[in-house]
């Protein structure tokens, strides 16, 4: 028996309102260069406009440079976590946000900066 999703919200700061669930996280291999990862999908709804889905790419070099700089791997529920800051940040960041399905991306670059605020040390 599957259960229900449970539908959260969101304000972002372009004025648009979504409405979300995390539906899935998958290993995938990005063929762009960005290599192994995982893939979370959530599924987005913005504005009562047709929902569609979002995938948020965490690359394993991004965790391997989380973890050299704090002296610790980040468990699932913080990998978990910085997805969802990089999926608020999209939502704060682009109006049309179902062109960027598959560009948003935690990596070696911004990793350090999107936790930051968790104070995950």
């Known amino acids: 028996m599957k259960m229900g999703r449970r539908y959260k919200a969101y304000a972002g700061e372009t004025g648009v309102t979504y409405q979300y669930f995390f539906d899935a996280r ?17 599924v987005v709804t913005p504005d009562q406009h047709p929902p569609f889905s979002l995938k948020v790419f965490v690359s394993d070099r991004a965790l391997e440079a989380w973890g050299a700089a704090h002296g610790r791997e980040l468990d699932a529920n913080e990998q978990y976590a910085a997805a969802k800051v990089r999926l608020f940040r999209a939502f704060d960041e ?14 070696e670059a911004n990793i350090l900066e999107l936790l930051e605020t968790l104070d995950l040390a």
């Open 26 to 42: 998958r290993r995938v291999i990005r063929p762009e260069g960005l290599g192994p990862g995982s893939d979370y999908t959530f």
């Open 94 to 107: 682009h109006e049309r946000l179902v062109d960027e399905r598959w560009s948003l991306v935690v990596d």
